[in-house]
């Protein structure tokens, strides 16, 4: 990644700070998830320098290490009485304001397409609407919970409805991976999330994102303070 600008590399660099800064305060400074989150990072970053990454013709798809740890770990917390309450103790205002780091995110995907490491469809311009998530979560939490002027409905509706922009772009970027499960983008298929740094953006960003909306959305359907 020779050509792309450092300018790239710094906005991602900051947004993915700022993701682990709100979520690790909406955690209440839990040490464990610290714990976690840079033995995680650190292992990715060892597994991306060592080129595991860039070999792209396996089955399974070697991209799925960058995500189906996180999904187990999200399964086994909503689905244990443990999980559960370390779930139902997060700020769920500051899940809320975590949100506006969608909005650099999408930047940085605008300038990896432009530098052809992913495709169009990733993009603003393309399938992805993501970035109307980023956009509108601080209006959202102000009126929310600042102002208190909009109700649990319509954060609930909000929630779902980024949670569904969320899985939109996932899924089409997995499916533009090269590969052989790849089915969209073979002129420009989507390599940049396989190099460094931006393995962080399937490893950890998606699943705090993920996990943000579905902790809020647990949290509003059973009536839990908010």
Known sequence: MENLPSYVYLVFGLTVLAALFLFYKA???SKTFLIVIASWMIAQTVISFSGFYKITG?????VGLLLIPTLVITIILFSTKKGRNFIDCLNIKTLTLFHIIRVPVELTLLWLFMYKFVPELMTFEGRN??????IS???????????KT?????????NFTCLALLINIAVNAILSVPGAFQHFAFDQPNVGILMFPFIFLPSILVPLVLFSHLTSIRRILIGKEI
Do not use: C, M, Q
């Open 58 to 62: 396996t089955v399974p798809p070697r």
């Open 129 to 134: 609407f993501d970035i109307l998530s980023g």
């Open 27 to 29: 955690t209440n400074y």
């Open 150 to 158: 909009i109700n649990r409905s319509v954060i609930l509706i909000w």
């Open 137 to 147: 979560a601080p209006i959202v939490y102000y009126f929310g919970f600042v102002k």
